[in-house]
């Protein structure tokens, strides 16, 4: 008997550590996931749908976030901020003959990477990447699509006024057009970008202009705030124990924070990642999953609702696309992709709207605009995740097809999801609708 527990002590310690090694924290960042972390990560419970060989792809629909970008300036200086903080607790034990025995050497020394830096908030070569190879790869999936010549009628490309949003559409677009051109060795294509003021963009930034939304936004963050701090408080007293060091809940937060900077753009992961258990990790995730799922997603549904311009700009383009076939048009001379670069304020609504990562009845319950269950806490599973639903570059493309006249429809559309299939609650026959 004693035998058996022994056994039973050893494989669940075995089970445990294997699930460390596995774990990784790369994608396990909710929004500040870089994309080539999950671009691969597919939900099995998803029923396969796919579009009939017979279906030809007519017209494309895209709206993405801008890709891997640097911690904004406001966030640079909480940087500098702990390393500060950092700095005056081990001068304090120090004087008090206190051991840091247990505090990492790294955390001892630490400096801000972006201390010093005046700018903050760009697109990072990693981001920069992420959107060309991204160009490439549709450009190759829809080769129907894309094979008319360049012109900004054909394939109009929009994006919101801010930087990191329109580098990131013109590095898809060179991905996109590349080869396709006559400019330098590369044969690079020239190509148009459009942008709205930050004022009268209604379809790519409509939580700028909506005063509702700002207002539940800010009455909101407060009490975000409250819902995330027993987990703050739950794992500053592990930490503290564990290291012996007097961090405050406002260090743990800004560690977290550096944790997800230095994964997603520097490949650190055994510095401030490694402070917390992959259980702590868990919880983290699933906290800023919270602050997303209230404030940008199915928590209320004036997050969605704002969204609805863009999705009727959306419609529209693959009715004009419809119009367009059956008036016979010639090619080259109507519309085949609207491609559009934002935030993920605006991937994360969009998604909602088309019924996305929905629990069971959800469905039924957002048509009421009853408000949805949070996700459930870990160890509990959960379809909202950040990083699956808006990570760095995320995505999703609405694909028209044209069917034979022997089908059920003439046409069907295929909504993708960071390049993968996947159903939506609408209509009949999953992802065709």
């Known amino acids: 008997m004693a035998m058996a527990a022994i056994l039973l002590l050893f494989l669940t310690l075995f089970s445990n550590s294997k699930a460390d090694q596995d774990f990784d924290i790369r994608q396990h960042l909710s929004t500040v996931t870089r994309y080539g972390a999950v671009k691969d990560i597919v939900d099995s419970s998803f029923p396969s749908s796919d579009i009939p060989d017979a279906c030809t792809p007519l017209h494309l629909n895209l709206v993405a976030r801008h890709g891997t970008r640097s911690p904004t300036k406001k966030r640079m200086r909480e940087l500098e901020k702990l390393a500060s903080h950092i700095r005056e607790l081990v001068k304090e034990a120090n004087y008090n003959n206190v051991s840091l025995q247990k505090v990492p050497a790294w955390l001892q020394q630490w400096e801000s ?20 190879q991204l160009g490439i790869r549709v450009r190759e999936r829809f080769p129907d699509i894309f094979n008319e010549e360049y012109h900004p009628d054909v394939y109009p490309i929009r994006t919101t006024h801010v930087p990191r949003a329109s580098t990131s559409a013109v590095a898809f677009g060179m991905g996109l057009f590349s080869g396709k051109g006559s400019l330098g060795p590369g044969f690079h294509q020239a190509f148009a970008v ?30 975000v705030n409250k819902m995330k701090e027993p987990i703050l408080v739950e794992i500053t007293s592990a930490l503290v124990k564990r290291y012996e060091f007097k961090f405050t809940i406002h260090d743990i937060s800004s ?9 997603s753009l520097l490949d650190i992961t055994d510095q401030a990642c490694s402070l917390f258990s992959p259980t702590e990790v868990a919880l983290l995730e699933w906290m800023d999953d919270l602050e997303v799922f209230i404030l940008k997603g199915y928590g209320n549904a004036l997050n969605y609702r704002i969204g609805v311009p863009l999705l009727k700009d959306v419609v529209q383009s693959m009715d004009q696309a419809i119009k367009a076939k059956e008036d016979n048009h010639a090619p080259g001379s109507y519309e085949k992709a609207r491609l559009r670069f934002a935030h993920a304020e605006t991937v994360v609504p969009f998604s909602c709207l088309l019924g996305l990562f929905l629990e069971g009845s959800d469905f039924e319950r957002i048509q009421k605009e009853e408000p949805l269950n949070l996700p459930p806490k ?19 493309m ?22 993968h299939p996947i159903p939506i609650p609408l209509g009949q026959g999953g992802n065709l609708v």
């Open 113 to 132: 990477p972006w201390k010093g830096k005046l700018k903050g908030g760009q697109l990072d070569r990693k981001g920069e990447e992420e959107l060309y």
């Open 194 to 223: 459009t942008t709205e003021s930050r004022a009268s963009d209604i379809i790519l930034r409509f939580f700028d202009s909506c005063q509702t939304y700002k207002d539940y936004r800010k009455n909101h963050e407060l009490a």
């Open 255 to 263: 560690l977290w924070f550096l944790c997800k900077q230095e994964s």
């Open 378 to 396: 870990p160890p509990q599973n959960r379809k909202w995740r950040g990083s699956i639903v808006a990570p760095f570059a995320g995505n999703n």
């Open 398 to 419: 609405l694909v028209l097809y044209s069917c034979p006249a022997n089908f059920s429809s003439k046409y069907a559309v295929q909504v993708i999801h960071n390049e």
